[in-house]
């Protein structure tokens, strides 16, 4: 498996790229399209989805022009789903103010949970981690041991819990109760910031000791 990352856009969110034989998912596709666009036809990738983390509108931001041109459905986990049309609970509305976003209505979403297997013909494991956001996921992918922790795991921090149903004692135990669960090599690509170890952060972490 290959990972792409690209973080140059609007509040420095990780939008990845993951590639494995012929095939790619995009997670958290930012605000820079042209970015996106540009890494999709330089790579010459065959895009097939793409996964949110959760639905803040900084990770998804360039949905409503990348899932369109590309015609990709989009992955999300069922307590995301309204914030995708609402400005309030996505939390666009108290930070853009001028550009409060919303999904549009034509673009196929998904849900997906930790009962989901198969993403696109992805192996995967989704693990539910809310305290950030209430419908966070993780995303393993456990033969290649790496791991899409969204805002809940960063190196050495977690994620906020002052927005829409945040808590910090359920992100804390989540992320102790499942993602510390992963054997300690696995690489952790969050959100925002620089990748990790599951067992660097077990040993470090302050906020997680």
Same mark, same amino acid.
């Given at each position: 498996?290959r990972?792409?990352?690209?973080?140059?856009?609007?509040?420095?969110?990780n939008?990845?790229?993951?590639?494995?034989?012929?095939?790619? /998912?995009?997670i958290?596709?930012?605000?820079?399209v042209?970015?996106i666009s540009?890494?999709i036809? %330089?790579?010459?990738l065959n895009?097939v989805?793409?996964? *949110?983390?959760?639905?803040?509108?900084?990770?998804?931001l360039?949905?409503n022009?990348?899932?369109k041109?590309?015609d990709?459905?989009?992955?999300?986990h069922?307590?995301?789903?309204?914030?995708l049309?609402?400005s309030?609970?996505n939390?666009?509305?108290?930070?853009?103010?001028?550009?409060?976003? !919303? *999904?549009?209505t034509?673009i *196929?979403?998904?849900?997906?949970? %930790?009962e989901t297997?198969?993403?696109?013909?992805?192996n995967?494991?989704?693990?539910?981690?809310?305290?950030?956001?209430?419908d966070?996921?993780?995303?393993?992918?456990? %033969?290649?041991?790496i791991v899409?922790?969204?805002?809940?795991?960063?190196k050495?921090s977690?994620? !906020?819990?002052d927005f829409?149903k945040?808590?910090e004692?359920? /992100?804390?135990?989540n992320?102790?109760?499942? *993602?510390f669960?992963?054997?300690?090599?696995t690489v952790?690509?969050?959100?925002?910031?620089?990748?990790?170890?599951?067992?660097? %952060?077990k040993?470090n972490?302050?906020?997680?000791r």
């Amino acid at each position: 498996m290959r990972v792409i990352v690209s973080s140059n856009n609007l509040i420095q969110v990780n939008t990845y790229f993951v590639i494995k034989d012929d095939k790619c /998912l995009i997670i958290d596709p930012g605000s820079n399209v042209k970015q996106i666009s540009r890494i999709i036809e %330089e790579e010459a990738l065959n895009v097939v989805g793409v996964i *949110l983390t959760h639905t803040h509108f900084d990770h998804f931001l360039g949905c409503n022009e990348i899932n369109k041109m590309y015609d990709l459905p989009l992955y999300v986990h069922p307590k995301g789903v309204e914030m995708l049309y609402d400005s309030e609970k996505n939390e666009s509305a108290g930070i853009l103010r001028a550009r409060q976003l !919303r *999904l549009d209505t034509d673009i *196929l979403v998904t849900t997906i949970n %930790e009962e989901t297997k198969n993403i696109a013909s992805f192996n995967v494991n989704i693990f539910h981690i809310p305290g950030h956001s209430p419908d966070g996921i993780a995303i393993y992918f456990k %033969e290649d041991k790496i791991v899409f922790s969204g805002d809940s795991l960063f190196k050495l921090s977690i994620g !906020r819990s002052d927005f829409y149903k945040g808590d910090e004692k359920q /992100l804390i135990t989540n992320v102790k109760n499942k *993602l510390f669960s992963l054997p300690d090599d696995t690489v952790v690509y969050p959100g925002h910031g620089l990748s990790t170890t599951i067992g660097y %952060e077990k040993k470090n972490n302050p906020y997680l000791r």
